[in-house]
């Protein structure tokens, strides 16, 4: 079964990042000029803010090691493309939201062994397992350098193409996503059932924690309310296909892509539920504005 993992999530995992890639053109790393103070936040803040949250939920519950492990991981991950998707049915800065997204990605070369090596230290033991740095900074180039990369001249030398099939890539992206999640829990039934009462609470905590994170920097910054949301969803949606990638094809730890496939769970219906509140909300304000 192994082997073929190590082929199919990788896969996975690229077609993703390709898909993500889809979405952006130069024109959208203009905006890094253009709105610094936002960009850098989004950028820096899950960076700075989230691996404390992690340490501090991981002392208060107690999960088991595995379990920590999993939420770790999580935390170390880029953002995941979904947000985008989330941004987009909340009507919120989709643009900001790719932006972030496609920047993350690719720091994440950089910014993974640092998270992984300051859990280590915190924790004064090895990060779940031995880390092989070089090569995962390899396998992170190749799974979304390189997708995104492509993603983007598919975009910029046949538009027509990328426009007629975007809509199916993202959704067979999202349904391989789906089917990978599924055989996590599939192969991990008897532990998945064992330990969602300790992971769905702690993946409640970490995705509320997250989005109220991204809405108080957005606040700091006096950014719009549309900026707000996408700061929500950028701080709390992590990249499951990372994380599960990296726990089966490089760690070997196929128990800790459990805890990600419990977040997944958790935080789509919590997304589904902060759009909804949040477009009632902006259409209620929009109604207000209108005059007469």
Not at 8 to 29: N, Q, S
Not at 109 to 115: D, E, F, I, S, Y
Not at 138 to 163: D, E, W
Not at 263 to 284: G, K, Q, S
Request: hydrophobic fraction near 60%; include cysteine; charge should be positive.
């Amino acid at each position: 079964m192994k082997p073929a993992l190590d082929v199919v999530i990788p896969a996975v995992t690229f077609l993703l990042m390709a898909v993500v890639g889809l979405d952006l053109t130069p024109a959208d790393f203009d905006r890094v000029r253009r709105r610094p103070g936002t960009v850098v936040a989004g950028l820096l803040g899950p960076l700075l803010l989230l691996p404390p949250v992690a340490l501090a939920l991981i002392h208060w519950l107690r999960p088991a090691p595995e379990i920590q492990a999993g939420l770790l991981l999580i935390v170390s991950c880029p953002v995941g493309g979904i947000s985008n998707t989330y941004s987009y049915l909340a009507r919120a800065s989709t643009a900001l939201s790719v932006t972030l997204t496609a920047i993350s990605c690719l720091a994440a070369v950089v910014t993974m062994p640092l998270l992984t090596r300051f859990f280590a230290l915190a924790l004064h033991r090895p990060f779940g397992a031995s880390v092989p740095v070089g090569l995962l900074m390899g396998q992170l180039l190749v799974m979304l350098v390189a997708p995104v990369g492509l993603g983007m001249i598919v975009r910029r030398r046949a538009p027509a193409f990328a426009r007629r099939h975007e809509l199916r890539l993202r959704l067979a992206a999202l349904g391989a996503l789906a089917a990978l999640l599924l055989f996590v829990v599939a192969h991990e039934s008897r532990r998945f059932a064992a330990d969602v009462a300790a992971t769905a609470p702690l993946a409640a905590a970490l995705v509320l924690t997250a989005m109220l994170a991204g809405l108080l920097v957005g606040r700091l910054l006096r950014a719009g309310p549309q900026d707000c949301f996408t700061l929500a969803v950028e701080f709390s949606t992590r990249n499951v296909a990372i994380a599960t990638a990296i726990a089966i094809t490089l760690l070997g730890q196929v128990r800790f892509a459990v805890f990600a496939t419990t977040y997944f769970l958790i935080e789509a219906p919590l997304m589904l539920v902060a759009i909804a509140v949040f477009r009632r909300i902006t259409a209620r304000h929009t109604m207000a504005a209108r005059p007469g």
